[in-house]
T-cell receptor, first 112, second 111 residues
Framework: DTGVSQDPRHKITKRGQNVTFRCDPI?????LYWYRQTLGQGPEFLTY????????KSRLLSDRFSAERPKGSFSTLEIQRTEQGDSAMYLC??????????FGSGTRLTVV | LAKTTQPISMDSYEGQEVNITCSHN???????ITWYQQFPSQGPRFIIQ???TKVTNEVASLFIPADRKSSTLSLPRVSLSDTAVYYC????????????FGKGTRLSVIA
């Protein structure tokens, strides 16, 4: 296992379109997190899963955002009706309870 | 979660030791102090974690005084490849509270 994988690495979309990102965590990690990062800022928490259960969602996660983790394995983050303000790096991380996070390299979204 | 405060940026020459101090005045009894490193276009990477006194690994040392209201990340003999953003976080280490990142310290290493 080579770490946390995110796909795609880059996505350019037109405003109003829907986009979906995928995250494949380290296989034995039961927790999976989504963060968003804009230029010059630290990562901002969006949501996290323990196995397949979504345990917490940030108020940043508007109703246009939805995340799933079917069967407690990979996860998807979907943004509907994208807006220019959604342009950011979307980071996924996984962990075992009580251990540090392993982040992926992120998906950079540009909404034009 | 306790808030952390660290310098926005620091510069250093290659070969020098760099110390980045973080304050976390409201740290709770069960909280750990954790540092992450982030290079451009990559996700943050865990560097080191400690509870008190001193922790050392192959990358860095972490010094935590007895009152635990601050901590210092020490990078020995930095190289150009250490140019990155360094985040100090307070981690409840319960696994139930997601980590909260601040803006971090942007370290620039100069030849």
């Amino acid at each position: 296992d080579t770490g946390v994988s995110q796909d795609p690495r880059h996505k350019i979309t037109k405003r109003g379109q829907n986009v979906t990102f995928r995250c494949d965590p380290i296989s034995e990690h039961n927790r999976l997190y989504w963060y968003r990062q804009t230029l010059g800022q630290g990562p901002e928490f969006l949501t996290y899963f323990q196995n397949e259960a979504q345990l917490e969602k940030s108020r940043l996660l508007s109703d246009r955002f939805s995340a799933e983790r079917p069967k407690g394995s990979f996860s998807t983050l979907e943004i509907q009706r994208t807006e220019q303000g959604d342009s950011a790096m979307y980071l996924c991380a996984s962990s075992l309870a009580l251990y540090g996070y392993t982040f992926g390299s992120g998906t950079r979204l540009t909404v034009v | 979660l306790a808030k952390t405060t660290q310098p926005i940026s620091m510069d250093s020459y290659e070969g020098q030791e760099v110390n980045i101090t973080c304050s976390h005045n409201n740290i709770a009894t069960n909280d750990y102090i954790t540092w992450y490193q982030q290079f451009p276009s990559q996700g943050p990477r865990f560097i080191i974690q400690g509870y008190k006194t001193k922790v050392t690994n192959e990358v860095a040392s972490l010094f935590i005084p007895a009152d635990r209201k601050s901590s210092t990340l020490s990078l020995p003999r930095v190289s150009l490849s250490d140019t990155a953003v360094y985040y100090c976080l307070v981690d409840p280490n319960s696994g139930n509270t997601p980590l909260v990142f601040g803006k971090g310290t942007r370290l620039s290493v100069i030849a």
